[in-house]
């Protein structure tokens, strides 16, 4: 059965009435620090879990030590979700561990009338693709965007059969025992395919290492400087007022930053990142290729090479060492164009170079590509969810409830 037919039926001569989540919910408390005699465990920004939904370190604190924002009680049952970065969808269920401890003022906490709603069916609906829409729309700030614990409140969300409160739980609770079934489902089945990702990552790693692992005199060895051309005087930076929109990738240090109307590039070329703090935190690419046209600001040299082959064994090589000793500056550490181009790299035979991108190009699919391989399961798993989840909770809306 058809997740719109199974909402049909059992909203069978139903009325249905979108409800602000403030109307739904209770008015919650603050700690008052002064009478504090215990410690708590804080539930700060990171404490939960974006992927799992789940509340991992929380640090104890106490009235000598609280920080300013650690001011939020809450109890089992309660919803809480990030008003900061909202578009993260950064959001739990508390349970018995938790219940009675401090959260951030950096959540909005959502205490549900449980005569009217249960506390999973706000769940379900914070994590609704129309919720996460309505953040979008009514989320503030650039830099550092939020949205405010009013706005949160304001959103609607469906109880069916209103004027009977008992069927109405059991509408809803049908509903979220079948969302509650399908996420375990798709939490297993993505917790399996995740730790086969990790797996395929570790080998992946032991193999780049070994086939990269020459001696010296093994090999002939160059520098970057004599295998590449570089191109960094082509590349400028525009900045974010002065560019005009367009459906050209805007390349930094990271990867793509923005779309812009005109390009400078138009070729394969690999980047390489020139911020120093970013090749040091290796929590983004190093070097990595792009194609086609392109604009490239001043935050990534621009290296280009005769073949593929060599283009990408220089790739996979620069992402498999250690570069601090090339990186220059106390202040703003940086792989300036001098020491990039000193880079020393074993330099086969054109043959051994092809064989070895051969043999890693396949790895790489199967543990980063989000067109092939397992992300792609992992990614396909999360949308059939999503799908399905949306699908349940498709709830006809009165005209004015889109407003």
């Not at 300013?68 to 009680?73: C, F, I, N």
């Not at 706000?122 to 996460?132: E, G, N, R, V």
């Not at 005087?233 to 390349?251: A, C, N, V």
């Not at 779309?259 to 190093?286: H, M, Q, W």
Request: proline fraction near 5%.
């Amino acid at each position: 059965m058809s997740g719109g037919n199974f909402l049909d039926k059992l909203l069978d001569r139903v009325d249905v009435e979108w409800k602000a989540l403030g109307e739904l919910t209770l008015p919650t408390t603050n700690i008052k620090w002064r009478d504090a005699n215990r410690t708590y465990r804080y539930i700060d920004l990171t404490s939960v879990n974006i992927e799992t939904k789940a509340i991992t370190e929380t640090p104890e604190i106490a009235q000598s030590n609280a920080p300013s924002r650690a001011q939020k009680l809450v109890e089992k049952n309660d919803v809480i979700f990030a008003t900061t970065r909202p578009a993260q969808q950064r959001y739990c269920l508390i349970d018995n561990e938790y219940a009675g401890e401090v959260a951030s003022t950096g959540y909005c906490v959502l205490r549900a009338k449980k005569a009217e709603v249960l506390p999973k069916w706000i769940l379900h609906w914070i994590a609704s693709s129309d919720f996460k829409d309505y953040v979008e729309e009514n989320q503030s700030g650039s830099a550092y965007p939020a949205i405010s614990d009013a706005k949160v409140k304001a959103f609607k969300i469906p109880i069916p059969c209103p004027e009977k409160p008992k069927k109405s739980l059991e509408i809803q609770a049908e509903i979220v025992r079948i969302l509650d079934a399908f996420t375990a489902l798709t939490t297993e089945l993505t917790t399996e395919l995740t730790s086969e990702l990790t797996a395929r990552k570790e080998q992946y790693t032991y193999y780049r290492d070994n086939l990269l692992g020459f001696e010296e005199g093994e090999v002939e060895w160059k520098t970057l400087g004599n295998l590449a051309k570089n191109l960094d005087s082509m590349r400028k930076p525009i900045t974010s007022s002065f560019r005009e929109p367009g459906d050209i990738p805007y390349y930094g240090a990271s990867g793509v930053v923005d779309y812009v109307k005109d390009y400078i590039f138009d070729s394969d070329l690999l980047l390489v990142s020139e911020d120093g703090a970013n090749l040091l935190a290796r929590n983004t690419p190093i070097a990595f290729s792009i194609s086609g046209k392109s604009w490239v600001n001043n935050h990534a040299h621009v290296l280009k090479f005769d073949t593929y082959a060599e283009r990408k064994y220089v790739e996979y090589y620069l992402n498999s060492i250690d570069l601090t000793p090339y990186i220059s500056g106390a202040a703003q550490p940086k792989l300036n164009k001098k020491n990039l181009e000193s880079i020393s790299i074993p330099n086969p035979s054109p043959e051994e170079k092809e064989r070895i991108v051969a043999i890693l190009d396949k790895f790489y699919a199967l543990t980063n590509s989000l067109s092939d391989g397992l992300p792609r399961e992992i990614e396909l798993r999360k949308k059939q969810y999503e799908y399905y989840r949306d699908l349940l909770l498709s709830f006809p809306r009165p005209e004015e409830a889109v407003a």
